[in-house]
């Protein structure tokens, strides 16, 4: 049987990804540092670093492309295996982010380029902020009841990652969607006092959003332990946001999914007693 090779197989879109395709009745590849299986899935060892590309790709015919959460060099890291994949015929399902197809400039549009050109199909995802976050990167404000963040007033359609995991399942198992790419967002933009105000009212304790200098937001960053270009590649994330070029609604997951895509409110309430804890 024909594989689905999943990078970033542990991590947030990922693992629920794994999930999908298992579901569905896909053979899945889940390639992880550890090598270990996933959800299901025959691990494959994989080091972004150092990848094994015979390895990696024996037996796939399609793959799903992201770059892991700690790495900022998307250029460098994903575009050897865009080539090596191009090379054995396999279709590539990448990840990259909302908006960055604003400036062929931007690294991240040139790995989208580079797949356009690979000469296999293709579909490209570009998912805006994951409401996932409240529970990831901005879990500690969300326990401590405000979170601060250098956004301003600046508004997100934010989206489930179950939204985005179902987008790429259905990408990777039809060709439907072959040679288009998508902007994954929420039902609604919401800035992050309104997020925080939906936080409040599911979780039933009060969260506020307080919007603190790109400096002091690198110097929490670096505080607790991320390293310091990752931080700083983080804290330019949010200048899209407070310039109001995140806040963009669309109805690409119900093309790709049949469904809605789902609102703070929905990932709130499924992910409550991990807010809670």
Do not use: C
Not at 12 to 17: E, I
Not at 129 to 140: E, L, S, Y
Not at 250 to 255: A, D, P, S, Y
């Amino acid at each position: 049987m024909s594989r689905i090779l999943v990078i970033g197989a542990t991590g947030t879109v990922g693992r629920p990804l794994i999930k999908e395709l298992i579901a569905r009745g896909e053979a899945v590849k889940a390639a992880s540092r550890s090598g270990k299986p996933v959800e299901g899935a025959e691990g494959v060892p994989f080091d972004l670093l150092k990848p094994d590309f015979d390895t990696l790709f024996k037996g796939v015919d399609r793959m799903f492309l992201m770059l892991p959460a700690g790495y900022t060099d998307s250029k460098g890291l994903l575009l050897p295996i865009v080539n090596a994949a191009a090379e054995r015929k396999v279709k590539i399902v990448l990840q990259t982010a909302y908006g960055v197809n604003a400036d062929d400039a931007i690294p991240y549009r040139q790995v989208e380029l580079a797949v356009e050109k690979a000469g296999v199909p293709f579909v490209i995802l570009r998912p805006n902020w994951f409401a996932d976050n409240f529970q990831g990167f901005w879990k500690g404000g969300v326990t401590h009841g405000q979170i601060s963040l250098p956004a301003a007033n600046g508004k997100s359609s934010f989206i489930d990652v179950r939204d985005i995991a179902a987008s790429a399942a259905a990408a990777l198992t039809s060709s439907e969607f072959d040679g288009r790419a998508f902007d994954l967002t929420g039902p609604a933009a919401l800035s992050y006092a309104e997020a925080a105000e939906t936080l409040s009212r599911v979780l039933g304790r009060t969260i506020t959003y307080q919007h603190i200098e790109t400096d002091a937001f690198v110097a929490m960053l670096t505080g607790a332990g991320v390293q310091d270009d990752y931080a700083q590649f983080v804290a330019s994330l949010f200048h899209p946001v407070r310039e109001g070029w995140s806040a963009g609604v669309t109805h690409h997951v119900k093309e790709l999914t049949g469904r809605e895509a789902r609102s703070i409110r929905d990932y709130a309430e499924h992910n409550k007693q991990t807010l809670l804890a």
